[in-house]
């Protein structure tokens, strides 16, 4: 039996009792609003609650830039206290119950205590991630300059062997897709060659995709550029989708929103993606320079529900094979990792929410009418509703907190931890 710190049921029912009041009389008034524009609010209620995001086992120790990493008090120590974060997570928001896990880092000495740990947990396990980014100690070839891209051959196989014993652990835990992100890349005009690096790239993933079980998902990140300065061989959503569809039905794309430039317009993107049928999952989080990996809707809130919009508008209109799996991926420099991901994960359901309240014949009729202002003015009235109402009682309705952070913090996890997990000398969060 566990004899670490929990947030209870009974404690989060406890705090609830404080906020049931406002959260009534909030819901009523948001409830005749909705119902003035022919919208029921309890079905929007059932749309957020059967909404999920998983969450990054990584996010939850503290993150770090090129500069300096300062550790936060109380932190995940191995995977399994990263699990118990994650949990105490998904009993505040009810929303964040599976779990991407990154091997190496993650791998754990024995597959059975992870399985019982995840069930104790009520969590299950989301995408296996791989790392072929960084050199582990003992290993034989180095990433220095690259993996499944390499000009040699023997590190190929390295990283695709790093791949097959991913999707070897994911069967075993019930993980149903594997994430595949490489560093490749060069920091040099001439230093690559970009054809034959792709070249080789498709190759390995080749054997990658030939190893996938026929009910998972192979999903291909790009990302625009970091650790590679001057080129990166997955660098943006055409060639992503070009890898894609070379290597098969059961690979899509992967749309990390930190990896583009600046201003790119990442909602059309994700339209394109949808349109051909390869959208497979987003890394969500929120940037303002470049891969920042700051909280999902913490800088352009309005981006994160244009997003949402294409989503829940490809929803609507049953488009084929359209079911992209949800995740984040930030890096917590200084905040409580587990604040954040509970915010960020609330976030993500009020962009999901706020899209499902457009008036799409409206919009529609704006577009067909070429009405540009009505077809902004559309948007932006769903935009500006204040769902939070809808969020709070969805997540009550499934026992979660009505204040999340508020009962975190009234639950003092943070101190507790701190006593339970005494900081080991060397231990990492990784690089996020
Ligand atoms: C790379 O920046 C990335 O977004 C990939 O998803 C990695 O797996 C993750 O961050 C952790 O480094
Ligand atoms: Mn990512």
Sequence with gaps: MPTNFEISDDFIAEQ????KDWLAEDLEYLARKLDRRGVAI????????????????????TGGTRFARFPGRGEPRDVFEKLEDCSSINKLVRTTSAVSLHIPWDKPESTDDLIEAAERHGLTFDAMNSNTFQDQPGQEKSYKFGSLTHPDGAVRRQAIDHNLACIELGKKIGSKALTVWIGDGSNFAGQSNFRHALERYLESMREVYAAIPDDWRLFVEHKLFEPAFYSTVINDWGTNYYCARELGDRASCLVDLGHHAPNVNI???VSRLIQFGKLGGFHFN???????????GSVKPFQLFLIFNEL????LSGIPGFNPCYML???????????????????????????????????????????????LTTLKEAFTIDVSPILAAARQQKGGAIDPVAAYRASGYRTQKGKERPARVGVSAGIV
């Design 267 to 269: 909602e059309q993107i």
């Design 16 to 19: 609830n009792k404080a906020n």
């Design 42 to 61: 309890d079905k929007v209620i059932e749309s957020a609650v059967k909404l999920r995001v998983a969450v990054p086992s990584w996010g939850v120790g």
């Design 286 to 296: 929120d940037s303002k320079y470049g891969d920042d990996d700051l909280d999902a």
């Design 329 to 375: 991926d930030q890096s917590h420099n200084v905040t409580d990792p587990i604040e954040s991901l509970v915010t960020s994960s609330i976030e993500i359901s009020r962009a999901f929410v706020q899209a499902c309240l457009v008036d799409r014949d409206r919009l529609a009729e704006a577009q067909a009418d070429c009405d540009p202002i009505l077809a």
């Design 312 to 315: 829940v508008d490809a929803g």
